[in-house]
Antibody, heavy 123, light 111 residues
């Protein structure tokens, strides 16, 4: 079964760092882009960025460039989303998702989604 | 403010058809055949319903269809069922500077 399994919920304080994960299985992890999508409480979906685990090519939305870091470790089929200094406004559900397209089609639709990781930032 | 504009809510009775619009610009929806639609039930992850404007992934009911005219994409659900009640989001490629944008979402209520 093709699936993405994300790490568990996190509760952090402002200023702390955090790295959440997304592990792929059931397919060739290095052959598909993995994206991250934010959903703030009661709000819509926001595209954050994508990474191609095969060569770590990464693209960011201008809204999130410099605010987060997307990375991947292909040896363990895992993608990451990282913050160096969290803010209360980072409180949200974060989803990873697989893009349908291959290396030369980074903008394909997201056909497989993780279950989401809830990040709560509060003092 | 989302880059793609969707109605906040639509409703319909079981068995009826509804259409959700997604209005963008000539820089996104109008220029690329890369519109996708997602269904999200409360507390659940989104699910892909339509990709590349009108294609259905394996396993998605043929009651769901997608189309595009100019800068507006549409999702049509025919033969409404109670299980279709959910939030629906459109999404489009928007060029290299702002690669991908979502609509604000539409809440579908089945009366």
């Amino acid at each position: 079964e093709v699936q993405l399994v994300q790490s568990g919920a996190e509760v952090k304080k402002p200023g702390e760092s955090l790295k959440i994960s997304c592990k792929g299985s059931g397919y060739s992890f290095t052959s598909y882009w993995i994206g991250w999508v934010r959903q703030m409480p009661g709000k819509g979906l926001e595209w954050m960025g994508i990474i191609y685990p095969g060569d770590s090519d990464t693209r960011y939305s201008p809204s999130f460039q410099g605010q987060v870091t997307i990375s991947a470790d292909k040896s363990i089929s895992t993608a990451y989303l990282q913050w160096s200094s969290l803010k209360a406004s980072d409180t949200a559900m974060y989803y990873c998702a697989r893009s349908m397209g291959g290396k030369w089609e980074p903008w394909g639709a997201f056909d497989i989604w993780g279950q989401g990781t809830m990040v709560t930032v509060s003092s | 403010q989302s880059a793609l504009t969707q109605p906040a809510s639509v409703s319909g009775s079981p068995g009826q058809s509804i259409t959700i619009s997604c209005t963008g610009t000539s820089s996104d929806v109008g220029s690329y055949n890369l519109v996708s639609w997602y269904q999200q039930h409360p507390g659940k992850a989104p699910k892909l319903m339509i990709y590349e404007g009108s294609k259905r992934p394996s396993g998605v009911s043929n009651r769901f269809s997608g189309s595009k005219s100019g800068n507006t994409a549409s999702l049509t659900i025919s033969g409404l069922q109670a299980e279709d009640e959910a939030d629906y989001y459109c999404c489009s490629y928007a060029g290299s500077s702002t690669p991908v944008v979502f609509g604000g979402g539409t809440k579908l209520t089945v009366l």
